[in-house]
């Protein structure tokens, strides 16, 4: 317990030394830039794409797979730790689809989760923009 709380100490000062090395102009970029809606709407976007994405992918993957026997899917909350894997693209390889159906859907999964990787960098890529140069370009 005590480590633990030692090792959030270590973590909060950090955080600390970050906001000292950072110049304040860069800090109020980064915070105008979180108080902008289109990236506060980008971020909840790409959040809610990626629980619809883990959500329907462990439910498909629990159906394709729930009643095979042999399979490490038994329930849905199962099949939603694959899909959570799956899309992070860590791939721990606890639970492998064993049908056809299973691995199509897997490798559905696996491209989503590339894709949400890709928005994930832009919407990152859009604030460290801004923060660093201090402005946007928009192509619109």
């Known amino acids: 317990g005590i480590i633990r709380i030692l090792l959030v100490l ?3 000062r950090t955080f600390r030394l970050v906001r000292l090395v950072i110049p304040k102009q860069h800090r109020d970029r980064i915070t105008q830039e979180f108080k902008n809606s289109v990236t506060l709407i980008n971020l909840e976007i790409y959040l809610f794409v990626l629980s619809t994405v883990v959500v329907f992918s462990g439910t498909l993957m629990y159906l ?3 009643n095979i026997p042999g399979s490490p899917i038994f329930s849905i909350p199962d099949g939603l730790w694959w899909a959570i894997v799956t899309v ?15 691995r199509i859907i897997a490798t559905f999964t696996m491209l989503a989760g590339l894709g949400l990787f890709v928005l994930m960098l832009t919407v990152v890529g ?7 140069f201090g402005s946007r370009i928009d192509n619109e």
């Open 64 to 66: 394709a797979e729930g």
């Open 88 to 102: 992070s693209t860590v791939g721990y390889g606890d639970i492998v689809p064993i049908t056809a159906l299973g």
């Open 126 to 132: 859009r604030i460290m923009q801004v923060a660093l």
């Open 10 to 12: 270590r973590l909060l």
